[in-house]
């Protein structure tokens, strides 16, 4: 059975920090790239950063310089580490994976990737 377990969300300040996690099962993860996905209430998901099987690394323009994504110490995991957060940061953060992304492609596409987390909420407060 295929999971990806999210955990980290929470309540914080602007500029605070907050360390999302994603373990996953089930898979051949080395195979696959890792990442997020978020939605706001009212918005469209929209990516915001994913590992690649080999390594490179993706990042949208509205978390560059803030946001690292990296492979956990623990065995098939990946985490984000979100600093100097935004109340626009504030959505329900989707963990996902990609068989597409092997090597250093990196997919960026909702429909490319296979599995999906259930989400876990990261709300920021001004």
């Known amino acids: 059975e295929v999971q990806l377990q999210a955990s980290g969300g929470g309540l914080v300040q602007a500029g605070g920090s907050l360390r999302l996690s994603c373990a996953a099962s089930?898979?051949?993860?080395?195979?696959?790239?890792i990442g997020w996905f978020r939605q706001a209430p009212g918005k469209e998901r929209e990516g915001v950063s994913f590992?690649?099987?080999?390594?490179?690394?993706y990042y949208a323009d509205s978390v560059k310089g803030r946001f690292t994504i990296s492979s956990g110490n623990a065995k098939n995991t990946v985490n984000l580490q979100m600093n100097s957060l935004k109340p626009e940061d504030t959505a329900v953060y989707y963990c996902?994976?990609?068989?597409?992304?092997?090597?250093?492609?990196?997919?960026?596409?909702?429909?490319?990737?296979?599995?999906w987390g259930q989400g876990t909420q990261v709300t920021v407060s001004s």
């Open positions: 996902v994976a990609s068989r597409a992304g092997w090597g250093n492609y990196i997919p960026l596409e909702k429909l490319e990737y296979d599995y």
């Open positions: 089930g898979f051949p993860f080395d195979d696959y790239a």
């Open positions: 590992i690649s099987s080999y390594g490179s690394t």
